[in-house]
C-alpha cells in the first residue's frame, strides 16, 4: 500500500470540522465556566486553568484525529488489535501504561480525559470556594469588592458612613483636613 502524503492524510483526518467543533464546544465550556463561576463564587484563576486545559485538549484532540487517520491504524484495528474509534477500553489502557507504551487514542479516550480534567478543575475549585467561605455566595472567591451606594450620599456622609462629630458637613471621613485613617496615605499634616 503506497504511503498517502501529507495533504491526503490530513484531508483524511478531517481535522478542520473536528476543530471547528472544538473550538465550539471550547466557547461554550468557557461561558459555563464563567457563569458558574459568578453564580457559585468559585475562584478567579479558574478562566485561566479552563483556557490552558482547553489548549492541552486541542492539541490531544489534533492528534486523536490524526492518529486515527493512519492506513494502518484502520488495518489493525480491523484485525482486532486497537480498539475501536470510541472505546475507553480500560483494560488496554491500563495494560499499555503496566508494560510503558503509550496507549492508543480513541475519541472515548480523548473526551473522557477532558471530562476528568474539567471536572478534577471545577472540583478543586468548589474545595477551595468552600474553605473560603465564599462558595454559593455569588461572591467571586479571592476578591472581595466593596459595595458603591446604590443612591448619592445625603450631604454629610458617604458611602463610608456619616461625617464623625465636629467635621464640616461637605467633608467625609479620610478626606478632610485630618486624616480619620492614619498613616493610610503618610503621616497626617496638620
Known sequence: MPKPDFWT???GARILPVLVVYVAASWG????????QDALGL???MDPVASVLLLVGLVMISATAWGLSHPRVRERKEAGDLPGDWAVAPGTLVGDLVV??????????SILGGVFALGLMFALAAFV???AGTFG????????QAEE???PPASGESHRGPAPRGAPADTTPGEGPVDSAPWVDGPPSF
Request: a positive charge; charged letters at 15%; zero cysteines.
Open 149 to 151: 451606594p446604590a443612591h
Open 29 to 36: 465550556i468557557l461561558v459555563l465556566v464563567n457563569a458558574l
Open 9 to 11: 492524510r490530513l484531508r
Open 129 to 131: 470556594a468552600f474553605l
Open 100 to 109: 510503558g507504551r503509550v496507549p492508543h487514542l480513541t475519541w472515548g479516550r
Open 43 to 45: 475562584p478567579q484563576w
Open 137 to 144: 455566595t455569588g461572591e467571586p472567591g479571592g476578591r472581595h
